[in-house]
């Protein structure tokens, strides 16, 4: 996780916080451009998220759940007015983009599926979003029914050659997803803290919720694509989180909804 420390503070931090901001180093820890993430290095260290108002109620929500889980971040303050704020307690380790996990892809590989199964086979019993497939689906069709169509960041075994083939091939296999699993939601290395391949938590659980398991995998293979710079381990990331629970034709409905974002 990247940190770049602040010497002027972009934003006012609410007054509810600053007995955790006053007196800490104060980092710059964001990776996208939705939200500003500050490392407030103190008292063991604390991440506090900025984003626009009401975006962070759900990833508060679901991260106390994973954390009940013993599998995410401590919540400890979760404050809207002009803006969201989120604060959780460090967790000790780095995410699966540090240069310790990358250097042995293979090992990366099989350890984000067999974690990935391990949360799948998880109780998810008084999870804050029992239906997260059906939210999934009418995102897409919105997004559809917008225009919003981009294959541009999927490598070619994922794509279509156009919004209506991919169209056509969700409505036809859609009823196939189900809800049996507890899902991240955006499975991917930096999402993951491992200490020393030890697992530590999942960060940014937002978009988490009982879900088709697809969900999950379809991003697992996508971001070892993308941050391994190849193909190759895909079918070794599905043959280590289980055939078993996997069915191709579902993961090719994932892929065509997702270029719809």
Known sequence: MKRTLLHNIPHPFPDEL???????????SSCSPEARVY??????????????????????????YFHAKGIGAQVLAYHSKEHDWLLTAKVEGEDCTHEQYLSDPKRLCDTLAQRLRALHELDFTGCPVMDRTAEYLRTVETNYRTGN????????????????????????????????????????????????????????????????????????????????????????????????????AVLKVIAAAEVFG
Request: aromatic share 16%.
């Open 149 to 248: 169509y981009d294959t541009s960041h999927f490598p070619d075994s994922f794509g279509y050659r156009s919004a209506q083939e991919a169209y056509a091939i969700l409505q036809e296999g859609k009823a196939a997803l189900q809800d049996k699993a507890l899902l991240h939601g955006d499975y991917c290395l930096p999402n993951i803290l491992l200490n020393d391949w030890r697992f530590s938590a999942f960060i940014d659980v937002g978009n988490g919720g009982v879900g088709d398991r697809h969900i999950d995998i379809f991003w697992g293979a996508w971001t070892l694509w993308f941050n391994l710079k190849t193909n190759e381990y895909k079918n070794r990331f599905l043959d280590a989180y289980g055939r078993d629970k996997i069915d191709e």
């Open 18 to 28: 600053a007995s955790f901001v006053k007196g800490a180093l104060v980092y710059d």
């Open 39 to 64: 490392f407030l290095d103190k008292d063991g260290g604390y991440y506090l998220k900025r984003a626009a108002k009401g975006t962070l109620a759900r990833e508060a929500e679901m991260t106390a």
